[in-house]
């Protein structure tokens, strides 16, 4: 069976699903491929910065989940047991100012209500791409396997929004220019009951020595834990039993000893995530381009990876539409220069969040204690200096808003709002 659209989208995750509705909303033919039915996932991103909130705004989906959401008023840092850095996002001078919490499933199931309400889009679920359609060197639509059998989606842009361990980065030669990166930690997640006395508006990162952890409010009133080990360190960590793992977490935050030692009664009430961060040189080839964690892999600190997904969809969106409205003799090369503009667009974004979480990382691992001392001593000082808070975590939470002297204002105009 063959099926023809405008744009393959490979990958039902928020930055697909996002682009999907984005090229609707502009009039444009999608097929989009969900290899997971139902969209489950476990431990999967659900912190939104204030920049995504933006952008669902810009989507029309923000009022579709917002009763759905979390709000998160602060971010703190204690090292050593002392609280060294507590950010209040609403000091920050920019129209969203607050990240929320969102179950990911409530998001990709409100994406894919707006976008099934504009028409346009085909989605095949469970599908998943196993090659590309090729045709005078340039891709030309997917090969996908589904349950009445292999389909062929032809298509004049095939984009690949499946993830971390993308299959179109793979066929379309583009994981060639991939530097992958191991960080020095891994995290193992886990969920636990709320504590009564804790602020259910804060994220949450303890630090002891050389190891710390993160505790988020999820939507469901759990707390949700990233416990940092060791790279590799899974093994060791499991043959001390749960017993070391209880203790690993009481160490970081005492108070929770007990709800650990009540819920945690086996390995399977975790789940391990293995960090890394994926640099990928050229993000597009002829017919075929990479968002989201295809494209540039992030690690969960800050929680940058669904933002930047959805960052990418949007900007991709209408450089995309502008593309496929020229004439067929000039679409290729259209195409081509839209996805160099689209790179060239987000690539300083993401190199700033990148090497925001790279110094993060290291700053959490040092353990001398001259070392931990001087860490202490830099959180104090971004702690006493709001405006270095703001230069510091701008990139990260508010990249697509412009501060405003009165504290207010609607934020830059950016492709999100070309989009409304």
């Not at 043959?239 to 009481?250: P, S, V, Y």
Request: aromatic letters at 4%.
């Amino acid at each position: 069976m063959t099926m023809t659209t405008e744009v393959c989208v490979v990958g039902g995750g928020p930055g697909g699903r996002a682009l999907a509705l984005a090229l609707v909303r502009l009039g444009h033919e999608v097929v989009l491929l969900e290899q997971r039915s139902g969209g489950a996932r476990a431990f999967r991103g659900e912190s939104v910065s204030p920049d995504g909130v933006r952008i669902l705004a810009g989507l029309d989906v923000l009022d579709r989940v917002r009763d759905d959401t979390h709000e998160v008023h602060r971010l703190e840092i204690s090292d050593g047991g002392a609280r060294v850095l507590d950010v209040r996002f609403e000091t920050f001078p920019y129209a969203y100012r607050h990240p929320v919490e969102l179950a990911q499933p409530v998001l990709l199931a409100a994406l894919a209500e707006a976008t099934a309400g504009h028409g346009g889009c085909t989605v095949l679920e469970p599908a998943s791409a196993v090659g590309l359609l090729r045709d005078g060197g340039a891709v030309r639509g997917v090969r996908a396997k589904t349950p009445e059998g292999t389909m062929e989606i032809r298509a004049e842009v095939t984009v690949g929004a499946d993830g971390r361990y993308s299959a179109v980065r793979r066929f379309s030669g583009l994981d060639h220019t991939a530097r992958r990166t191991p960080l020095e930690r891994d995290v193992v997640w886990l969920k636990l009951p709320f504590p009564d006395a804790w602020d259910r508006r804060a994220y949450r990162v303890r630090i002891s020595s050389g190891r710390h952890g993160l505790f988020l409010p999820s939507t469901d009133g759990t707390l949700r834990v990233g416990l940092n080990i060791p790279k590799g360190g899974l093994r060791e960590l499991r043959a001390g039993g749960l017993e070391q793992l209880h203790a690993r977490l009481a160490e970081l935050a005492p108070e929770l000893r007990h709800e650990a030692a009540d819920t945690i009664r086996s390995w399977s009430d975790t789940h391990l995530l293995d960090i890394f961060t994926t640099d990928v040189r050229r993000w597009s080839a002829p017919g075929v381009v990479l968002i989201g964690d295809a494209a540039h892999t992030l690690s969960p600190i800050l929680g940058q990876g669904v933002n930047h997904a959805l960052a990418d969809a949007v900007a991709l969106a209408p450089l995309l539409a502008s593309a496929l409205e020229a004439p067929r003799s000039a679409r290729a090369a259209a195409l081509g220069t839209a996805v160099a503009a689209f790179q060239q667009e987000r690539e300083a974004p993401v190199r700033r969040s990148r090497g925001l979480q790279l110094r993060q990382e290291r700053m959490f691992s040092l353990s001398a204690p001259p070392a931990a001392a001087l860490r202490r001593t830099v959180y104090r000082a971004l702690n006493a200096s709001p405006a270095l808070q703001r230069r510091v975590l701008a990139p990260a939470y508010f990249p697509g808003q412009q501060a405003r002297a009165d504290g207010g204002g609607t934020g830059t105009k950016t492709s999100t709002e070309q989009l409304t």
